[in-house]
Nanobody
């Protein structure tokens, strides 16, 4: 199973950016999907998470500015980011809990995509 992110880049503060992640490979079902980020010198942190049923969870720092969504038919998850702040700059990682069969679930990570926010 592979997770491939796209959509990162350079944006000005108060701008918008959309990240996308596509899962491929031997997939029976994808359970929770999410986005994490890691800034230099900091630990990786959860940004947003979405269940297969569409329930969402956000870090307090991004509530009201970021929106996570997924397409179960396409095995994709997106992160729409608006009102970006310099402190949102980080490498963003896609995360997914994938069942390769009825019994076995494994956690997968994307390679990361850089988001840079200029002030």
């Amino acid at each position: 199973v592979q997770l491939v992110e796209s959509g990162g880049g350079l944006v000005r503060a108060r701008g918008s950016l959309k990240l996308s992640c596509a899962a491929s490979g031997s997939i029976f079902r994808i359970n929770d999907m999410g986005w994490y980020r890691q800034a230099p010198g900091k630990q990786r942190e959860l940004v947003a998470q979405i269940t297969s049923g569409g329930s969402t969870n956000y870090a307090d720092s991004v509530k009201g500015r970021f929106t996570i969504s997924r397409d179960n038919g396409k095995n994709t998850v997106d992160l729409q980011m608006i009102s970006l702040k310099p402190e949102d700059a980080a490498v963003y990682y896609c995360n997914a809990f994938v069942q390769v069969n009825r019994k076995y679930e494994c956690e997968y990570w994307g390679q990361g995509t850089q988001v840079t926010v200029s002030s």
